[in-house]
């Protein structure tokens, strides 16, 4: 089974602040993929990665970075935080030839 | 762009009655694959079942769906449903370069009671 962890789990963050997200996966996956989950949204895709140095924007990218420092690690930064960023936050992998998403245990981010 | 269209909202049912969820979608691209993700309460998605065959019955853990491009549906069933079925369920589409993971549906929450 693929194992992807996030890591907060938990985090409150204030407006303006910098919040960062961590993803590792140890399944050698070459993409990983940021969504976040809003109830009335769905799973929205925010930013992917082909492998390692490479980002690219999804589908709401505005207000988030992303850093892939290595084929394990995905990194979600929030520069600057608003209360809109408030959602749960999840990090998935995937193999090349394969299309199936597995994904992390969430991370749950509240700004105030 | 790609999209995803699934029963709205909140589906209930009482415990051995038969689950239907729909699940139609749009896309510029011939081959697409469609899943099911499952999602319990304070767990992440895990993937229920896919397909990429056309008219070919997909069946995983008691559900079953078939893919028609004919209509673009993809509609998720199960006979009898159980308690451990509450859960909240995705519809999604492969976009079109694979590794630019998937588009998703709404979802839709399924309450099963005794």
């Known amino acids: 089974e693929a194992a992807v962890t996030q890591s907060p789990r938990n985090k409150v963050a204030v407006t303006g602040g910098k919040v960062t997200l961590s993803c590792n996966q140890t399944?050698?996956?070459?993409?990983m993929y940021w969504y976040r989950q809003d109830t009335g949204h769905g799973l929205r895709l925010i930013h992917y990665?082909?492998?390692?140095?490479?980002?690219e924007k999804g589908d709401i990218p505005d207000g988030y970075k992303a850093s892939r420092p290595s084929q394990e690690n995905f990194s979600l930064i929030l520069e600057l935080a608003t209360p809109s960023q408030t959602s749960v936050y999840f990090c998935?992998?995937?193999?090349?030839?394969?299309?199936?998403?597995?994904f992390g245990e969430g991370s749950r981010l509240i700004v105030v | 762009g790609d999209s995803v269209t699934q029963t709205e909202g909140l589906v209930t049912l009482t415990e051995g009655l038969p689950v239907m969820l729909n699940c139609t979608y749009q896309?510029?691209?011939?081959?697409?694959?469609l899943f099911w993700y499952v999602q319990h309460l304070n767990e992440s998605p895990r993937l229920l079942l896919k397909?990429?065959?056309?008219?070919k019955r997909t069946e995983h853990q008691g559900f079953h769906a078939t893919l028609h491009k004919s209509s673009s549906s993809f509609h998720l069933q199960k006979s009898s449903a159980q308690l451990s079925d509450s859960a909240l369920y995705y519809c999604?589409?492969?976009?079109?370069?694979?590794?630019?993971?998937?588009?998703f549906g709404l979802g839709t929450r399924v309450s099963v009671f005794p």
């Open positions: 999604a589409l492969t976009r079109n370069n694979y590794a630019q993971g998937l588009t």
């Open positions: 399944n050698n996956h070459n993409n």
């Open positions: 998935a992998s995937g193999a090349i030839s394969g299309n199936t998403l597995y």
């Open positions: 397909s990429f065959t056309d008219n």
């Open positions: 990665s082909y492998g390692a140095g490479s980002t």
């Open positions: 896309t510029i691209y011939s081959n697409p694959f």
